[in-house]
């Protein structure tokens, strides 16, 4: 089991350029969820998907379109990159009837926008 | 939204307890995490506690819930180096299946 996988583990862009990050789990899991983590502010809820076929936005969506492909992939859009969007971003995913319900995170995308 | 609050730094000496507090504001919280991030990795799960329990131990690691107040904690007997990382004290509420977490407690271990 590779658990949550993220591609890529690094990206630099340029101002205005656009780009994806891909997420997977393998667990089956319905629930999957986009954070990104800045220093000194923790992890904020860009999007997440309850289940296959649903997204709603959290906490810092502006900026960010989400796909939630399938049961497995859930990916991030960036239209148009700004440098405010210099951040790590993690993927996580979780099952509402796990116990204890716990969320699993992929090693993460560092992007940084010049 | 929820609040979940930790100090940003802490730095004690190899073979110390160290002390990691957390407070939050959803009285409806039904489990609360402590989570570890190493540098340059993802979060792992460290230890929960479930909401109607007031402490757990795990080996080195002690949890302490205080509903009343709203304060968690986590207590690292004789930490080492290999405890350096940040921790990350997080809450699930009622709601589907959101978490909140706080800004992350990094610990610096000294030798």
């Known amino acids: 089991n590779a658990g949550v996988t993220q591609t890529p583990k690094f990206q630099v862009l340029k101002t205005g350029q656009s780009m994806t990050l891909q997420c997977a789990q393998d667990m089956n899991h319905n629930s999957m969820y986009w954070y990104r983590q800045d220093p000194g502010m923790g992890l904020r809820l860009i999007y997440y998907?309850?289940?296959?076929?649903?997204?709603d936005k959290g906490e810092v969506p502006n900026g960010y379109n989400v796909s939630r492909l399938n049961k497995r992939e859930f990916s991030l859009r960036l239209e148009s990159a700004a440098p405010s969007q210099t951040s790590v971003y993690f993927c996580a995913s979780s099952e509402v009837g796990d116990f204890p319900p716990t969320q699993y995170f992929g090693p993460g995308t560092r992007l940084t926008v010049l | 939204g929820e609040d979940v609050e930790q100090s940003l730094f802490l730095s004690v000496r190899e073979g110390d307890s160290s002390v990691i507090n957390c407070t939050y504001t959803?009285?409806?919280?039904?489990?609360l995490y402590w989570y570890k991030q190493e540098p340059g990795a993802g979060l792992q799960l460290l230890t929960y506690?479930?909401?109607?329990?007031d402490m757990k131990q795990d080996q080195r690691l002690t949890v302490l819930l205080n509903k009343k107040d709203k304060h968690l904690s986590l207590r690292i007997a004789d930490t080492q180096t290999g405890d350096s990382a940040i921790y990350f004290c997080?809450?699930?509420?009622?709601?589907?299946?959101?978490?909140?977490f706080g800004s992350g407690t990094k610990l610096n271990v000294k030798p």
């Open positions: 998907s309850a289940s296959e076929g649903t997204t």
């Open positions: 959803d009285s409806s919280s039904t489990y």
């Open positions: 997080a809450e699930k509420g009622n709601n589907f299946n959101k978490f909140y």
């Open positions: 506690i479930f909401s109607n329990m």
